[in-house]
């Protein structure tokens, strides 16, 4: 089984919703794509914003500020090539 994750930076997800109509229903509804409507930002760019998605700890938690998944701890096994 594979999981997409897709995070879109500097946009709210109703800004996105009012902005780009299409695409929210292209990966909504033919994609059955699932929002995370409570999830809110961490941090100011993507790195300390994405790591709590995939670890559950935050990037400063785990004393990482670079972005090398190898690094990380993940609650599965990512298939890094």
Avoid: C
Avoid at 7 to 31: C, E, H, W
Avoid at 50 to 73: A, C, K, M, R
């Amino acid at each position: 089984m594979g999981v997409a994750v897709v995070g879109i930076d500097s946009v709210s997800r109703l800004n996105f919703m009012r902005q780009l109509p299409k695409s929210y229903m292209a990966l909504t509804q033919k994609l059955g794509a699932v929002v995370f409507q409570g999830f809110n930002k961490v941090g100011y760019n993507t790195l300390p914003n994405i790591v709590p998605i995939l670890t559950g700890w935050y990037s400063s938690e785990q004393g990482f500020h670079q972005f090398d998944l190898n690094l990380f701890i993940f609650f599965f096994e990512p298939e890094i090539t």
